[in-house]
């Protein structure tokens, strides 16, 4: 059973960078796709960010282009995502997902694991 575990989520000001951990557990972590996904309050969890199993290749979603970065560290067992040039439409619970490379990424359906998340909060 895989288990993912994140940290790094917490408060910062309009203009400030965050750097988001995911640590995975249990499973044959280098073949998994990763992802990253936020729920704000009221609204649909909503894709951020996928990265393939060996960490060449990314997407991301428009919103968070050239202000966002994912990276896959496979001897670690770790995904990452720097945020910088944060907005207070960044708030939410961020969620680190892995599942197969056959997919996409950018669904959540694409993924089995899910961490239990971690909260973002921008204040302007």
């Known amino acids: 059973q895989v288990q993912l575990v994140e940290s790094g989520g917490g408060q910062v000001q309009a203009g400030g960078s965050l750097r988001l951990s995911c640590k995975a557990s249990g499973g044959s972590f280098m073949y998994y796709r990763m992802g990253w996904f936020r729920q704000a309050p009221g609204k649909e969890r909503e894709f951020v960010a996928t990265?393939?199993?060996?960490?060449?290749?990314?997407l991301y979603t428009n919103s968070v282009k050239s202000r966002f970065t994912i990276s896959k560290d496979n001897g670690k067992n770790t995904v990452y995502l720097q945020m910088n040039s944060l907005n207070p439409d960044d708030t939410a619970v961020y969620y680190c997902?892995?599942?197969?490379?056959?997919?996409?990424?950018?669904?959540?359906?694409?993924?089995?694991?899910w961490g239990q998340g971690t909260q973002v909060t921008v204040s302007s």
């Open positions: 990265i393939g199993a060996t960490g060449v290749t990314s």
């Open positions: 997902a892995g599942g197969s490379a056959y997919y996409s990424g950018e669904s959540a359906t694409h993924y089995n694991y």
